[in-house]
Structure formats: C-alpha cells, structure tokens
C-alpha cells in the first residue's frame, strides 16, 4: 500500500518486515500516545499483519504487540532494515 512521499512510511511496510522509525508527519496530539507508548526514533518495529479488512494493522515493538490505524501508520516515517 505504498504512498508517494519519498521517506517510507509504516504503512507502506509488507508483512514480516522490519524497519526502524525515523521521524513522524502530522498532527502531534494523536502522535502523542504512540510516543507514550515506546514508537519512538530509532525503535525497530516488525510488522506483523493487515486486518482482514486492511485496518489496522499489527506491529510488534518493545516485546509488544500493537495495533495502529492505516491513518496513524501513515504519519510514521520508517528505514527498513
């Protein structure tokens, strides 16, 4: 599901893919908790699958599992690695 900005977005990842988060776009509130919650620069994230309807989708980061809106994955800036 890839977009047109030129940095990788998480949202743009295929499953069982690993990538590094390097920045975020957007709003800041809504980018607040995902912080709060460990998604921050340099963090590696797996991504582990689409819903069966395309959103969300499940990642894995810090020994967790999370869930994100296409939306919110969308703000997250990636390296793959």
């Known amino acids: 599901m890839p977009n047109d900005s030129p940095t990788p977005r998480l949202s743009d ?3 069982g893919s690993q990538a590094v ?3 975020f776009h957007g709003e800041l509130e809504p ?3 995902l912080r709060e919650m460990g998604l921050v620069n ?3 994230v797996k991504f582990l699958r689409w819903a069966p309807l ?3 989708l499940e990642i894995e980061l810090r020994g967790y599992r999370l869930s994100l809106r296409k939306l919110d994955a ?3 800036e990636v390296r793959p690695v």
């Open 13 to 15: 990842l295929e499953p």
């Open 54 to 56: 395309g959103d969300p």
């Open 31 to 33: 980018l607040k908790r």
């Open 42 to 44: 340099g963090t590696l």
């Open 74 to 76: 969308e703000q997250i």
């Open 21 to 23: 988060v390097v920045g």
